[in-house]
């Protein structure tokens, strides 16, 4: 019987990935994904049936992985970070009943960029977050300012994602500007690109001040609560225990 399984390769570096999700890469006959997440796995693919595409070909990929699988073949589709996370997974599932076929999809989670991130810069998820993702590409502007305005008004921590593309570099200002509204001009933020990878950079700064930082489309941003800290370098947002 063949199978698809989405798999979340995790942030970058391979001792990050889960042991499941190495497992189903070994176990695979053929691995499916963009062709710069393909790199970063590539040492533990040596031989495998590849199958590389761009960008915006997500569709693609999932319509690619059906065929084989049903023939039999063990298919990997791979996804950065968690697969389930603004990754594959659901895509997986929506082109295989579109398509109206019966085939054994399993999800493999990943650490999420969010959560790579946040451990770089300290602990700053220890409170309760949304993650809000800046693209466009598929869901209104409107909407994506809403959700901002709605999540810094309950004082959430929240994570950025796709935070700035050169076809869209006005978004993230957008949402400075809503922050600002709710959240302490002092309010830490924490800037991660490449998180776990070798190009990895870190800067901690403040709501006011972080649009003048590096900022592109493998960065993460953590934009902390009312009760979020800076000490020694690190970005620590208190549970609440009285110490
Ligand atoms: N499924 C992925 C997210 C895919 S959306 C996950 O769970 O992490 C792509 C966005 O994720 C990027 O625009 C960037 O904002 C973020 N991202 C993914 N990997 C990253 C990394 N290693 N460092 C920083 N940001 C990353």
């Known amino acids: 019987m063949g199978w698809i399984k989405v798999v979340g390769i995790g942030p970058g570096n391979l001792k990050d990935m889960t042991i499941r999700a190495r497992e189903a890469l070994q176990e695979c006959d053929i691995v499916i994904g963009y062709i710069t997440y393909i790199k970063l796995v590539k040492p533990l693919i040596e031989g ?36 389930g996370i603004y990754g594959m997974a659901g895509l997986m599932y929506e082109v295989a009943a579109k398509v109206g076929v019966n085939v054994d999809i399993e999800v493999i989670p990943g650490v999420s960029a969010f959560s790579s991130a946040a451990s770089i810069l300290g602990a700053p998820i220890m409170h309760d977050f949304a ?46 500007k809503i922050m600002i509204k709710y959240k302490k001009g002092e309010t830490p933020v924490g800037i991660v690109k490449d998180a776990s990878r070798e190009k990895q950079s870190v800067v901690i700064t403040t709501l006011n001040d972080m649009l003048n930082h590096d900022i592109d489309m493998t960065t993460v941003i953590i934009i902390g609560n009312e009760k979020t800290y800076v000490e020694k370098d690190r970005m620590i947002t208190p549970r609440g225990y009285i110490l």
Request: glycine share 4%; hydrophobic share 35%; charged share 30%.
């Open 48 to 83: 495998k049936e590849i199958l590389s595409s761009g960008m915006r070909k997500e569709i693609l990929r999932c319509q690619d992985a059906l065929k084989p699988a049903l023939e039999g073949k063990k298919v990997c589709i791979i996804s950065s970070g968690d697969a």
């Open 131 to 176: 993650v809000i993702s800046l693209s466009d590409h598929l869901t209104p502007l409107n909407l994506i300012e809403e959700r901002i305005e709605y999540a810094s008004k309950g004082d959430f921590v929240i994570a950025l994602y796709n935070p700035k593309s050169k076809e869209r570099p006005d978004n993230i200002i957008k949402a400075q």
